[in-house]
């Protein structure tokens, strides 16, 4: 699959987008990703895969990134408007359980599948109730702008969207008692918890999360190697 770079958008000081034109009956689930393959020479790989930010109900697709220093990264920071790329087709099962809640750990631009999905809800008018814990090393938290109109718009819908920012440099990491003081629930009642950043965040909330209860069954993980 081609795709076409139509804008770019600096999201943070370190944090980017870029914006596809979106082909004609193009189909993915919210939460979904592709792999994106770019003409340079890089050790690791010249083709590195990447969620979508974007919602299915949006007339075009993004991509987020952080910037970084390998030569992949550097050509995707400086690709000029009307550039095509060759992708593959949407991939992957980091999807929502509509009927069930819905608890969201995200970890800097591992936000990105989140705010697929969470656009996605929020569109559909979906009752599933979400909580979102959004960790970042900074206050420049990608996408919050959004976020908090989305949850200020949420009280008055069907969605109960709820969320809870984090800055790791002001209270450290998430750990277990924070996680407890931040969705104060039985961790009994089975709702879905989906995980996504990098993997130190990613398999050790898995293992907390673990420790407090939680079925392996009811985690759901999206690991952003490279990160």
Same mark, same amino acid.
């Given at each position: ?15 980017? !987008? ?9 189909? =993915? ?20 895969? =990447?969620?979508? !930010? ?49 608890? =969201? ?8 599948? =989140? &705010? !697929? ?36 718009? !949420?009280?008055?819908? &069907? ?13 450290? &990491? ?54």
């Amino acid at each position: 699959m081609i795709l076409k770079v139509i804008e770019k958008r600096v999201e943070t000081e370190n944090v980017f !987008s870029l914006i596809f034109q979106k082909p004609d009956k193009y189909y =993915f689930y919210a939460g979904q990703y592709i792999d994106l393959q770019l003409p340079v020479e890089d050790k690791i790989s010249n083709s590195k895969t =990447f969620s979508f !930010s974007s919602s299915p109900t949006e007339n075009y697709l993004m991509l987020t990134a952080k910037t970084g220093i390998t030569p992949y990264k550097k050509y995707m920071e400086n690709i000029e408007l009307g550039q095509s790329f060759d992708t593959t087709h949407p991939i992957g099962t980091f999807t929502l359980d509509e009927s069930q809640e819905a608890v =969201f750990i995200a970890g800097g631009v591992g936000i990105a599948p =989140f &705010r !697929s999905i969470i656009k996605y809800v929020l569109d559909q008018k979906l009752k599933t109730k979400i909580t979102l814990i959004y960790s970042n090393s900074d206050e420049n938290f990608p996408f919050k702008k959004e976020l908090d109109l989305w949850q200020k718009q !949420s009280a008055s819908w &069907r969605t109960n969207l709820t969320i809870h920012y984090i800055v790791t440099s002001k209270v450290g &990491r998430l750990d277990k008692e924070m996680l407890l003081k931040l969705y104060p629930k039985p961790y009994t009642l089975n709702p879905i918890y989906y995980l996504a950043g990098p993997p130190n965040l990613v398999y050790g909330m898995q293992e907390i999360l673990m420790d407090l209860g939680v079925d392996n069954t009811n985690i759901r993980l999206e690991s952003f190697d490279g990160y």
